[in-house]
């Protein structure tokens, strides 16, 4: 097998990802004081989500991987929400 | 390093004088096929234990009231029989088994892509396994829940539950780690030139099996550390007195344990699969339309699990959704039996030994799979519930599903794996008897669940006796045929006339190593060029 | 494993590793995931008493374990950066920089469990049973679940890194051979993920 051509990404790229990290979080923390009734949860869900998806691109470098691997990282988000989908169809009919 | 040069090529995996003598040689060995021995041994011994207490569940409903034990002792063998013959047999049955030892041959690869971890898999599957015995052996009183586990009975009995859980939940971590074995395996170690759709169907079968096992498992784990949690420290999760929601328990519980099904069934299909066309001597019928129906059935097997709960008062919306997608679970496993029957079609047949117990298969999987529809559909699925129609439907599919394709395919690739044929005529025997017994076992319990026998019971009306009698019947006769095979293939495996590279003239790669294979399987990988197909006659 | 030699692929499959690795990761994934359906169940069950309960929990130890654990996550990522570069010293120092970091977060979830238990509430506790309504048990059940299954990571990622670190001080694990590295930091990662998610389902109810 080839060897595979490796990506060696730059310190202050890892720095940038911080930076905007801590920045959602505080925002996350700032959205959750302002009164959006149930509305807020799904805020602070979104920044989770945003945030998630920057440690997967970059710091878990699935950038640089094979797209399978991406597809199947999205799959299996996909696969959750489906679970949780029809889970909540008992709950919130009952 | 070592290199590969020192390992000879012409001294088989059976023969082979490693670094370690005696039985060391075999539990210290990261040989995907010895891997696969010491799995089929562990399992044959567990499943003769399991037999036993099926055994003895048939002779006490063999007449009314107590015959040989009484209820608490009845519960506690239902249980055992459960656990053991769920989760150490039919779940790692035909991957641990038949995958560990074909899967790499298959694909031209010299050995699975992680072998210590192989290993350490059955050591995990070893120490379940004793944790469950231990759940028996020990404390007051012998786990009578059911394999379920249903919360809030599970933190409410008095019996040695906790080992039992535990047990469950590290098999599934053995259960993972095989898969992710597999699925790397599949992906990094093809033959060259052997490209996805000409990869062989059992291996394709492992793969979708392989991504259950690493998708859904790791959700019935957390359930099982919830209820161990509920019982040591009553966090209050499934208990109704502290807010918490028994039937949450199940979705989480059925949420694994379909998709487990499924895990259970499609290597079985995928035996079939490799069987069906060596003995028509002929291309699988629909080879694509079976890999679709492989990834649909793992897929859409996911969200089905509701099923199993039509009377634990979910809503009707999701009665409606898991009913529907019930029903749309059943067109792929259609799918397959009209490509195994068209593979027949016209094909040289060869009525061996392996061709019997295939056919046998499809036969008891469309009785199994009929009478699922029936447990699909709403109406008919409350009036059936937890009885012995169940019970019934359930042992065709697990049962005759897994354990006819098991013994085709122990009967197919025997001679590979052992380099020795066994005798044709005591396997054919056996077939006949296990096949005659299995029919009259459970064909009357349909009949007494739509009479309305309950399951799960150590007693029963009057009016069911005689169809019990002929279940009971049916289970001596099993047996006897089940004797008959095992040791038949256990005395073959010495005695047995010399078996010739390709006895059945397959097409698959495994056809093409020496019986018993060497222990780098290969001398060369082979390449597949262009024209080359794991089917073609 | 002394046998080596009785199988046979002698090579180093970086992508397998890798890949393997990944496939853990979506075990975990799942494995967390159910406790998040049992979550977001209970939650949608008992919205009013969550959010009494969520009051209880300390916003700025959890902000700052979040930036703890973001600041880890980076450290490690720069270690397999630096390993590639050769860089042996930076790579030991970062690592020893994430291990401190993790060893600092579970010094303040020790400190917060503390309190917990200190106003008498842990699973099963009289004061919890008898004095809190079902929806708040269930979310300190949850609570020591899930931040006690995370704890239980953090123990496992530490130990994960401090072999990786013993194997690149020993140079087994080198630019050539980086994927013990490379493995430990997805697997930090995976903590550092599940975090993101459990931060705000337990410290930003309002």
């Known amino acids: 097998m080839e060897k595979e051509k490796h990506h060696i990404v730059p310190y202050k790229v890892y720095f940038y990802i911080l930076i905007a990290l801590i920045t959602l979080t505080f925002m996350s923390i700032g959205i959750t004081k302002i009164n959006l009734g149930g509305y807020s949860v799904l805020g602070a869900l979104v920044f989770s989500t945003i945030k998630s998806v920057l440690v997967l691109t970059w710091f878990m470098h699935l950038k640089f991987d094979q797209p399978f691997l991406r597809f199947m990282v999205g799959f299996v988000a996909l696969l959750f929400f489906a679970i949780i989908f029809i889970t909540f169809l008992d709950y919130y009919y009952r | ?317 999701a009665q409606y959704t898991f009913s529907i997608l019930t029903f749309i679970v059943a067109i792929p496993s259609a799918i397959k039996v009209f490509n195994w029957i068209s593979t027949m079609h016209k094909g040289s047949i060869n009525p061996d030994i392996p061709f019997l117990w295939a056919v046998t298969f499809i036969f008891v999987f469309m009785i199994g799979g009929f009478s699922g529809l029936v447990l699909g559909a709403l109406a008919t699925n409350v009036y059936v519930h937890d009885t012995a129609f169940v019970v019934a439907h359930f042992h065709f599919i697990v049962f005759g599903g897994v354990g006819f394709a098991f013994f085709g395919a122990i009967h197919y690739w025997y001679p590979k794996m052992f380099g020795r044929m066994y005798d044709k005529a005591w396997a054919k025997m056996g077939w006949a008897f296990f096949t005659v017994g299995f029919l009259t076992l459970y064909s009357p319990m349909f009949y007494l669940g739509m009479m309305g026998m309950p399951r799960r019971y150590y007693d029963y009306l009057p009016e069911f006796h005689a169809a019990n009698i002929l279940s009971s019947l049916g289970s001596w006769v099993m047996a006897f045929g089940l004797v008959i095979v095992i040791i038949n293939l256990f005395r073959s495996a010495k005695n047995g006339p010399i078996a010739p590279m390709d006895p059945w003239h397959g097409k698959t790669l495994e056809w093409t190593v020496p019986s018993p294979p060497p222990v780098e399987n290969f001398d060369e990988i082979p390449v597949y060029g262009e024209k080359d197909g794991p089917y073609n006659y | 494993m002394e046998n080596a030699t009785q199988h046979s692929d002698p090579h180093y499959d970086q992508e397998a590793s890798k890949l393997g690795m990944w496939l853990f990761i979506f075990t975990e994934l799942l494995l967390f995931g159910g406790l998040f359906l049992v979550y977001s169940i209970y939650r949608f069950l008992n919205p009013e008493a969550f959010r009494l309960a969520g009051e209880e929990l300390n916003l700025t130890i959890g902000a700052i374990n979040t930036i703890i654990l973001l600041v880890s996550s980076m450290t490690i990522a720069m270690s397999t950066s630096s390993l590639q570069k050769k860089n042996k010293g930076l790579t030991i120092f970062l690592l020893e920089v994430t291990i401190m970091l993790a060893l600092i977060f579970l010094i303040n979830k020790y400190f917060e469990w503390g309190v917990k238990f200190d106003h008498g509430i842990w699973p099963g506790s009289q004061h919890l049973i008898n004095d809190m309504s079902k929806g708040e048990i269930l979310f300190f059940g949850l609570y020591f679940v899930m931040t006690g299954l995370h704890a239980l990571h953090i123990i496992v990622g530490m130990i994960i890194i401090i072999v990786a670190l013993n194997k690149v001080q020993k140079g087994i694990v080198n630019e050539n051979r980086p994927s013990l590295l490379e493995n430990a930091g997805l697997y930090w990662h995976l903590v550092d993920l599940i975090w993101i998610f459990l931060f705000p389902l337990f410290y930003l109810i309002h």
Do not use: C
Request: hydrophobic share 55%; no cysteine; proline share 6%.
């Open chain 2, 1 to 317: 390093m070592q290199t590969a040069a020192q390992i000879p090529h012409d001294v088989s995996y059976l023969d082979y004088k490693g670094k370690y003598k005696g039985i060391f040689a075999w539990i210290f060995s990261t040989d995907h096929k010895r891997i696969a021995l010491l799995y089929m041994f562990s399992m044959m011994t567990l499943f003769l234990v399991g037999v036993a207490l099926g055994l003895a569940m048939k002779l006490e409903l063999i007449a009314p009231g107590r015959t040989i034990m009484g209820p608490q002792s009845y519960n506690a063998v239902f249980t055992v029989h459960g656990v053991i013959m769920i989760f150490m047999i039919v779940i790692p049955g035909l991957p641990a088994v038949f995958g560990n030892f074909m899967l790499p041959i298959m694909i031209g690869a010299k050995d699975v892509a992680f072998p210590k971890l192989n290993l350490l898999s059955w050591y995990i599957y070893v120490l379940g396994a004793l944790l469950v015995i231990a759940s028996v052996l020990f404390g007051n009183g012998i786990p009578d829940t059911g394999w379920t586990f249903y919360a809030p009975y599970s933190f409410k009995t008095g019996t040695n539950l906790l080992p039992a859980i535990f047990g469950a939940f590290v098999l599934g971590f053995s259960s993972i780690l095989t898969g992710l074995n597999f699925i790397v395996t599949i992906h990094r170690m093809r033959a060259p030139g052997m490209t996805w759709f000409k990869m062989p169907l059992f291996p394709w079968s492992l793969y979708g099996t392989a991504w259950i096992q690493l998708l859904a498992t790791p959700v019935v784990g957390i359930t099982l550390v919830l209820v161990s949690l509920e019982r040591i420290f009553g966090i209050g999760v499934f208990d109704p007195t502290l807010g918490g929601d028994p039937v949450l328990y199940q979705h989480l519980f059925w949420i694994y344990s379909h998709p487990a099904v499924y895990v259970m069934i499609l290597p079985a299909m995928g035996a079939i699969s490799e069987i069906i066309p060596t003995f028509s001597q002929k291309h699988i019928f629909g080879y694509k339309a079976i890999i679709a129906s492989t990834l649909a059935i793992a897929f859409v097997g996911y969200f089905v699990w509701g099923h199993h709960m039509f009377t634990s008062g979910m809503s009707g919306t």
